[in-house]
C-alpha cells in the first residue's frame, strides 16, 4: 500500500509538474500573440483619429472633442477612447468609460512626459483593460494624449482552457500508466508476495509462477532461496522437538511447537486488560505500536500457534478505524497470525471498573504498602458489569470452539473465571494474578471477598509468583469460603469443583545484547546533560507507591552522608514513567518524589554536578536497554511486589557479566536471584551499606554472582512460564461434558445465554 502510495503521487507529481509547465508555456505564449495584436489594433486607432483630435484640441472645441469619442461606445472590445489636455486631465471620455475612469492612467501619464506612445494593462472594477496612448501636438509641442480602450478579458481564456487541457492529460497518462504498471508489475509482485508469505507462515513452498521475463531470473534466485529456508525451518522444528524433550533452553519456536502437540487442535482465549496491539493517530495516518508489555512477548507465540483469540480493552484512539464492526482485527498488523477482539469501555466504566475497584481497591489492598485501600459500591458495580462484558464478549468468540482454553489475565478479571465455568463447564480456564497475594486477615478488608474468591475459583487453574503467594491465596479460601483445601495437591474442592493453585514465577525473554562502550555511556551523559562520572546507578520503575523509590533517594543521601568519598563521582538515574495519573494518590506521589530529588541535589549539588537525575516520562524498550548496558548497579526497592521484571530485565541485558543487581527481599524475583544484594528497603543503613558493597565488590565477584543470575534468567525466561502454565491447563480433562438440556441442540447449549446481573 505504501509503495502504490508513493508510485501514485510520483506519477502525479512529475506528469502533472511536465504537463502545467507545459501548458503555462503555451498560454503565456499565446497571451502574448493577443497582447500584440491589440497593441496593434490600438495603435492603428489612435493613429487615424489624431489628426481630428490634434484640430479639436486647437480650437478648444468641446462639442467636437465630445463628438469625437461619442463615436466610439460599444463596439466590439473596444471599451472607449479618451482625450486628454497637457496636464493629463481628461476633456472627453467615451460615456460608458467615464464611470469607472475615475484617475489618469500612467500610461497617459508617460506618454505626455516622454513624447512617445506607451502601453498598460489595468484592472477597472472587474474588468482587464488594455491602454494605448498616443500624444497629441500643437505647434511642435506637446498639446495633449489620445488614449485608446481595449477590453482584454478574452486574453485569459487560454490560460484556462490550457489548464483543464493539463488537467485531462495528467488524470489519463497517469491512469494509463497505473494501469500497464499493475498489469505488468503488480499482479506478478503480488504473486511474489503471497507465494512469500504462504513459505514464512508454513503453509508449504509450492511452486512460485511467474512466467514473465522481466521476472525469471527474479524466480529462480527466490525459489532457491526458499528451498533453503524450508530445510532451515523444517530442521529448526526438529531442534525444538529434541529440546523440548530435552528440557533445554525455551525459545519462541520451541514454545510454538511445544504447545501445538499438548493443545491437540484446542485454540487459546487470552483475556488481559491490556491490548498487545494499539492504533494511534499520527497527524492524517494511522499508526501501531505494542504497548510496553512482558505479557505480549510470553502469549503471542502460543496464540500464532493455536490461530487463537486476545480480547482486550481498547486504548488506541484509532482502534475504532482499524477493526471491523464488531472490533475484530488479525494481529501483528504486519504479519496477522491470530485474532484481537477489542472491548470498548465507557468514562464511567473506566473511572468504577480500572481506577476504583481495580487500582484504588485490589491493587493497595494485595500490596499492602501503606495506602488505605478505598473500597465504593459504586465502583464494584461498575467493576462487576465490566467482567460480565468481558465474559459475553468471550463466550461469543469461543461459541464454536469444543474444549476451549481460557487465560486470564491479572486482578481486574476476578469474577470471569466463575461467569465463563457455569454456562461453558467445558471450557478449560486459567487466571494468572501477577501481582501478590496477602495474608487472610488483609484479605479480608475488602468486602466483596466472598464473591471475588468465587469468581477465581471457577477457573481451573489459578496461577500466582511464588508459594507464598499460593499459601495465602488457600488461608483466604479456607477462612472465607465453605470449602475442602487440599494441602496436599494444593488444590480447592469447592461444590465438586477442583481449582488447582500453582507458582508460575514470570520472566522476560532473554535475549543476547551488546555490552556498552564507552562512547555509549558519554553519549547518555551528554544526552542528560550531566558531567561525566566514574560510577552511574540506576532504576527503572512506574511512579507507583509499591516501588520504594522515595526510600531509595533516601538510602542514596545516606551514602553520601557514610562515604563523602562518592560525592561527584556517582549519579544515579532514576527513570520514573508516570502512572494511573487520574488517581490522587498517584498525583501526590510524584510531587513527593520530584519534591525529595530536588531537595537531596539541594543539599550536595556542587557545580555542574548532581547526585540524582530523575526522569518522569515514558521510556523505550531500546532506550531502557541502554541505561541497563551503562548502569554500574540497579536498585530495585519494592515495597511489596509480585515478581519485579525490572529485575531480570537488568540481568538479561549485562552480557559483559558486569553490574550488580540491589534487590528488595519483598520482590518475588529476590526468591529466584540469591545472588543479587538482597536488602530491606526500608532500611536506608542496609541500602546505603549494599551501594557502598556494590560499588567496592571485586570485579571477580560481580562477573561470578551476574554469570549465575544470567543463568537463571535464561533457563527460567518467559517462554518457559507460558509453556509451563499452559501446558498444565491444556492437561486439565474438562470435569463435566456440556450436555444440553432436553429439547435443546448442542449448538445451543453451547451458545452463551443472558447474564441475570448477579455476579
Not at 477590453?151 to 483543464?164: M, S, T, W
Request: charged residues 25%.
Amino acid at each position: 500500500m505504501q509503495l502504490s502510495r508513493r508510485l501514485t503521487l510520483s506519477l502525479l507529481g512529475g506528469v502533472a509538474a511536465v504537463s502545467l509547465g507545459f501548458a503555462a508555456f503555451q498560454a503565456r505564449a499565446e497571451m502574448h500573440v493577443l497582447e500584440d495584436e491589440v497593441r496593434r489594433q490600438a495603435s492603428v486607432l489612435a493613429e487615424s483619429q489624431r489628426q481630428p483630435a490634434e484640430l479639436a484640441l486647437a480650437r478648444g472645441s468641446a462639442a467636437d472633442l465630445e463628438a469625437l469619442v461619442d463615436r466610439f461606445e460599444n463596439q466590439d472590445h473596444l471599451a472607449g477612447i479618451a482625450i486628454y489636455n497637457e496636464r493629463g486631465q481628461p476633456l472627453a471620455i467615451t460615456p460608458g468609460l467615464r464611470p469607472r475612469l475615475k484617475s489618469t492612467p500612467g500610461a497617459v501619464v508617460s506618454a505626455l512626459d516622454a513624447g512617445q506612445s506607451r502601453a498598460q494593462l489595468l484592472r477597472l472594477g472587474d474588468q482587464p483593460l488594455h491602454i494605448f496612448a498616443l500624444p497629441l501636438y500643437a505647434g511642435g509641442r506637446t498639446d495633449g494624449a489620445l488614449a485608446v480602450f481595449h477590453r482584454v478579458a478574452f486574453i485569459a481564456v487560454p490560460v484556462l482552457r490550457h489548464a483543464i487541457i493539463s488537467v485531462a492529460q495528467t488524470v489519463l497518462i497517469v491512469g494509463l500508466t497505473l494501469l500497464i504498471v499493475r498489469w505488468n508489475l503488480g499482479r506478478p509482485l503480488q504473486h511474489l508476495t503471497d507465494w512469500l508469505r504462504d513459505l514464512r507462515t508454513g503453509r508449504g513452498l509450492g511452486a512460485l509462477q511467474l512466467k514473465e521475463g522481466i521476472f525469471q531470473p527474479l524466480t529462480n534466485e527466490v525459489a532457491q532461496i526458499a528451498t533453503s529456508l524450508n530445510a532451515a525451518r523444517q530442521a529448526a522444528e526438529e531442534e525444538a522437538r529434541l529440546r523440548d524433550a530435552a528440557l533445554s533452553r525455551w525459545t519462541a519456536e520451541r514454545l510454538r511447537v511445544s504447545m501445538q502437540s499438548k493443545m491437540n487442535g484446542s485454540r487459546l482465549f487470552a483475556v488481559s486488560n491490556r491490548e498487545p496491539y494499539e492504533h494511534m493517530h499520527r497527524g492524517t495516518a494511522i499508526s501501531w505500536s505494542v504497548p510496553p508489555s512482558g505479557l505480549v512477548t510470553a502469549l503471542e507465540p502460543v496464540l500464532r500457534a493455536c490461530d487463537g483469540t486476545w480480547i482486550a480493552q481498547a486504548t488506541g484512539d484509532a482502534d475504532v478505524e482499524s477493526a471491523d464492526e464488531r472490533g475484530r482485527l488479525r494481529v501483528p498488523p504486519d504479519h496477522p497470525q491470530y485474532t484481537l477482539r477489542r472491548v470498548w469501555l465507557g468514562k464511567d466504566e473506566e473511572d468504577g471498573f480500572y481506577l476504583g475497584f481495580a487500582n484504588e481497591g485490589l491493587w493497595p489492598l494485595c500490596h499492602i504498602a501503606h495506602t488505605r485501600p478505598v473500597f465504593r459500591a459504586a465502583d464494584w458495580d461498575q467493576y462487576r458489569e465490566v467482567n460480565e462484558k468481558f465474559a459475553r464478549v468471550l463466550l461469543e468468540e469461543m461459541e464454536a470452539e469444543k474444549e476451549p482454553l481460557v487465560l486470564v489475565q491479572d486482578y481486574h478479571f476476578a469474577l470471569l473465571p466463575r461467569l465463563i465455568k457455569e454456562r461453558r463447564p467445558d471450557a478449560r480456564i486459567a487466571i494468572f494474578w501477577h501481582i501478590p497475594w496477602p495474608n487472610p486477615e488483609a484479605f479480608g478488608i475488602c468486602p466483596w471477598q466472598s464473591e471475588l474468591l468465587d469468581g477465581m475459583l471457577g477457573a481451573d487453574l489459578v496461577g500466582f509468583h511464588i508459594q507464598a503467594h499460593c499459601n495465602n491465596f488457600l488461608e483466604t479460601v479456607d477462612h472465607a469460603l465453605e470449602s475442602r483445601i487440599d494441602w496436599e495437591h494444593f488444590a480447592v474442592n469447592r461444590h465438586e469443583h477442583i481449582t488447582r493453585v500453582r507458582p508460575f514465577p514470570i520472566s522476560v525473554a532473554f535475549r543476547e545484547n551488546g555490552a556498552a562502550h564507552a562512547d555509549e555511556r558519554a553519549g547518555l551523559f551528554r544526552q542528560l546533560g550531566e558531567k561525566p562520572v566514574p560510577y552511574v546507578g540506576l532504576g527503572v520503575d512506574r511512579v507507583d507507591y509499591t516501588k520504594g523509590i522515595p526510600e531509595r533517594f533516601r538510602a542514596i543521601e545516606r551514602l553520601f552522608d557514610l562515604h563523602p568519598s562518592y560525592r561527584e563521582k556517582l549519579v544515579f538515574v532514576q527513570i520514573g514513567a508516570p502512572s494511573r495519573t487520574r488517581i490522587k494518590r498517584y498525583q501526590d506521589l510524584m510531587t513527593e518524589v520530584e519534591e525529595e530529588a530536588g531537595r537531596i541535589n539541594r543539599r550536595f549539588r556542587t557545580g555542574a554536578w548532581k547526585p540524582i537525575v530523575f526522569l518522569n516520562k515514558h521510556h523505550s524498550h531500546e532506550e531502557v536497554q541502554a541505561y541497563y548496558r551503562a548502569a554500574d548497579f540497579c536498585l530495585v526497592t519494592s515495597l511489596h511486589d509480585g515478581m519485579n521484571l525490572v529485575a531480570k530485565e537488568y540481568v538479561a541485558a549485562r552480557p559483559d557479566e558486569d553490574g550488580v543487581l540491589i534487590l528488595s527481599r519483598f520482590a518475588g524475583a529476590s526468591h529466584e536471584l540469591p545472588d543479587a544484594l538482597v536488602v530491606n528497603p526500608y532500611d536506608a543503613d542496609e541500602l546505603a551499606g549494599a551501594i557502598h558493597s556494590a560499588l567496592s565488590m571485586p570485579a571477580g565477584e560481580k562477573r561470578a554472582r551476574m554469570q549465575r543470575m544470567r543463568a537463571v534468567v535464561e533457563e527460567h525466561n518467559v517462554y518457559r512460564w507460558a509453556g509451563n502454565l499452559i501446558a498444565e491447563l491444556a492437561a486439565i480433562r474438562p470435569e463435566h461434558a456440556l450436555a444440553p438440556v432436553a429439547g435443546e441442540s448442542k449448538a445451543a447449549a453451547h451458545a452463551p445465554r443472558a447474564f441475570s446481573g448477579a455476579a
